[in-house]
């Protein structure tokens, strides 16, 4: 059966980090893109982060710089580490291989001021 499990979420203050993980199976994320995206209450789906094909990265201008994401440790990972957090990166957090339609089930972030 295909799918993702996020992991990693959580509280924590502004200014600190927080590592996310995305574990699949049935998928290689060698071959696919990876996207992370992120949904505040009231607002809509934001793209955060993509990997291509496991190596190229991309990012949303709002976390360039504070944000990375990589392979993981773990067979057939892939990791948001996202650092300099601010209350405005609230959001649940869900890890997504679009060609595919396939969704995480979302890892909530919530970081006070």
């Known amino acids: 059966q295909v799918q993702l499990v996020e992991s990693g979420g959580g509280l924590v203050q502004a200014g600190g980090s927080l590592r996310l993980s995305c574990a699949a199976s049935q998928i290689s994320f060698s071959i696919n893109t990876v996207a992370w995206i992120r949904q505040a209450p009231g607002k809509q789906r934001e793209l955060v982060a993509t990997l291509v094909n496991g190596y190229y990265p991309t990012y949303v201008d709002s976390v360039k710089d504070r944000f990375s994401i990589s392979r993981g440790n773990g067979k057939n990972t892939v990791d948001l580490q996202m650092n300099s957090l601010k209350p405005e990166d609230t959001a649940v957090y869900y890890c997504?291989?679009?060609?595919?339609?396939?969704w995480g089930q979302g890892t909530q972030v919530t970081v006070f001021s």
């Open positions: 997504s291989v679009p060609a595919l339609n396939v």
